[in-house]
């Protein structure tokens, strides 16, 4: 089972995540970017708003989702996985490019391996400006609440697309709520 907890920045995932950790002892934890020794450093060259071209970025992403997989899904795949982020992330951040392109490269990066689960926390464009307005806000963050649900959108459009098996949460409601529907799914 290859599971993945998606959402625009602060739709809750590290929240439910630890909670996820809790009771699925023998699953292996992992994210992206950044779940192996040499996506630790492209995490760093991507987040660190250093490259110039957008192109270059994308392709730092890239590189991480590709070792991801071949070191952590690939070697794993007889054990539950679980993984803050993953292509659905990539297809959806990456909006200067055209969702068709960005799935035909995520394929590429991914050796066309899917996640089993997705599910995605849902964020309403009120909720998501006050939880951006209690913290401090990074490159990607800054870019906006239009950026973000724009991105939210393309999430929901790239799983839709790819037909892989789904939920989407309100991320709004109680942590407990999202705890025990997130269960569920998991237990279908
Ligand atoms: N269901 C919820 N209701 C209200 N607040 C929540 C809920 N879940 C998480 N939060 C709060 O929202 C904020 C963001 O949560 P969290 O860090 O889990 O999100 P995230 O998706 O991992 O964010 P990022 O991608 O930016 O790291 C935190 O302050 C957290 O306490
Ligand atoms: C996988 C992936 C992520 N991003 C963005 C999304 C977030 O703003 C950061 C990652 O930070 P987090 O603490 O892990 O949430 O990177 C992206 O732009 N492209 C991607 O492929």
Known sequence: MYVVVEGIDTAGKSTQLEL?????????????PGGTNIGIKLRQMALNGEAKSKIAEMFLFLADRAEHIEEVIVTNKEKTV????????????????????????????????????????????????????QKENDAIELRGIDYLI????RMKQTITKLGINHIFIDASLKIEEIEKQIEDFLNE
């Open 20 to 32: 996820l950790q809790k009771k699925h002892q023998n699953a292996i934890f992992t994210k992206e």
């Open 82 to 133: 679980i993984s803050d982020r993953s292509m659905i992330s990539g297809i959806a951040y990456a909006s200067l490019f055209p969702l068709e392109k960005m799935i035909e490269l995520n394929l590429l990066a991914t050796n066309n391996i899917l996640p089993t689960h997705v599910i995605l926390l849902e964020l309403s464009p009120q909720e998501l400006k006050y939880r951006l307005s």
């Open 150 to 153: 724009n991105i939210q959108n």
